[in-house]
């Protein structure tokens, strides 16, 4: 007997619901724009590179915001804060006309001189991002950026989380900060 195509997509993403579904991450929007477009899209990050500071995120192939990408050469990424899941599920949904963060109402933060994506108002922090490398891979795209500019909210440090499929809170730490060795 031959699956539906609803169960064959239901299959196709098994492994990525049981497992991993387990890495945690902290929750980033990523934003980018070219010309009077603007989006956005929820997104997984690490850091790849220490000197020079480079980001890893991977994005949806056949997103508007993949797009912008590609066209501008840049992004930036808003770590959120975990009073900001709302923005994340809404960065997260499709939305209409040509720039979506003015209708989902995301407030942002204008890009430094020379750059063309907002940051995300309210962020942990934001990185301004050049894009460095492009990597295609199954049904994402992988962009290395390298991080040309940011900024830190001194007063802000909970990030949100995704883990299990739900977002949650970093809880409470375990250690004291390493004052030297492993820089992170």
């Known amino acids: 007997m031959r699956a539906s195509s609803s169960e064959a997509e239901s299959e196709r ?7 991993l579904s387990r890495i945690a991450h902290p929750v980033a929007i ?21 000197a020079p500071p480079m980001v ?3 994005e949806h192939t056949g997103s508007r915001t993949t797009r912008l990408i590609r066209e501008s050469g840049e992004f930036s990424l ?5 009073s900001q899941q709302d923005l994340a599920m809404a960065a997260g949904r499709s939305a209409e006309g040509p720039d979506k ?17 907002p940051g995300i ?21 992988v962009f290395i950026g390298e991080v ?19 977002y ?4 409470h730490w375990t250690s004291e900060e390493s004052p030297e060795g492993y820089p992170t």
């Open 13 to 19: 993403y098994e492994v990525a619901r049981r497992v």
């Open 30 to 50: 990523v934003a980018a724009a070219h010309g009077a477009e603007r989006s956005c899209a929820t997104a997984t990050a690490m850091y790849a590179s220490f």
């Open 56 to 58: 890893t995120i991977a």
């Open 78 to 82: 808003s770590m959120l804060h975990d």
């Open 101 to 117: 963060l003015a209708t989902l109402r995301i407030a942002t933060v204008d890009p430094p001189p020379g750059l063309t994506a």
């Open 121 to 141: 108002e309210g962020s942990i922090a934001v990185l301004w991002c050049r894009v460095r490398e492009t990597v295609p891979t199954g049904d994402h795209i």
């Open 148 to 166: 040309v500019a940011h900024r830190v909210s001194a007063g802000r440090w909970d990030p949100l989380l995704r883990y299990a499929r739900r």
């Open 168 to 171: 949650m809170r970093i809880g």
